[in-house]
């Protein structure tokens, strides 16, 4: 369909056809972009002991680099490295055509001598899903699962108020949490351990399984 622009600077981050019927047809035809809109917030944080890294737009971790991108049938894999503070990082994302949503595997490998402590990761987004076709920012958010639960699942979901988009971190790592910033996740927020570290009841973060708030909020998974 060639590139589809939203947004400021005339990029292009994620957009997707959920009814799987053709760029071209449909109501609407397509979804996004999920993220571009407004101020643009996709990424990820690092910290290891008392450092922290960061990596989204505007702020670039200083050495990662692109390594390849692997094609295998309907998949493919893009490859990121950086190395912060004697931790490697190697995160592939893998998309397939077939279907709906982006694996991310994230490997973190000590590479020296020396034993690294308190290691937080997180991913986090600020969804506009609708944006580009209502105008409006604002979406569902809710805490779908939170640890401990009996299917071992983490969940952070975000609807959209006119068509039902949906965009979500997810994953089935037993050490993850989810949280959604009522304040739209700026600010110290970028801080993986003080995600993590959120208390229920807060004000300004949601971490109880069944939380929701609609508006422009930000997610995030550690």
């Not at 449909?26 to 890294?53: C, Q, R």
Request: glycine fraction near 10%; charged fraction near 20%.
């Amino acid at each position: 369909m060639g590139y589809h622009i939203c947004g400021v600077d005339l990029r292009l981050g994620i957009v997707a056809d959920p009814d799987k019927d053709g760029w071209l047809t449909g109501t609407p035809k397509f979804i996004g972009d999920y993220v571009v809109p407004g101020s643009p917030l996709e990424g990820w944080a690092l910290k290891v002991d008392t450092n922290y890294t960061f990596n989204y737009p505007g702020y670039k971790l200083y050495g990662g680099r692109y390594v390849g991108r692997v094609s295998t049938g309907s998949k493919q894999s893009i490859v990121y490295q950086a190395d912060f503070k004697g931790l490697e990082i190697i995160q592939t994302a893998i998309i397939d055509v077939d279907k709906l949503y982006i694996l991310i595997d994230v490997k973190l490998k000590n590479t020296g001598t020396t034993k690294l402590k308190d290691i937080f990761y997180s991913r986090f987004v600020d969804p506009d899903n609708e944006q580009c076709l209502t105008a409006d920012f604002a979406t569902k958010m809710k805490i779908d699962n939170q640890l401990p639960n009996l299917r071992q699942h983490v969940t952070v979901s975000s609807v959209g108020k006119t068509y039902n988009s949906y965009c979500a971190l997810h994953t089935r790592d037993c050490r993850a949490r989810v949280v959604i910033d009522s304040t739209g996740l700026y600010g110290v927020t970028f801080y993986p351990d003080s995600l993590y570290n959120a208390l229920p009841g807060s004000s300004r973060y949601l971490v109880k399984e069944g939380d929701t708030i609609t508006g422009d909020k930000g997610m995030a998974l550690i």
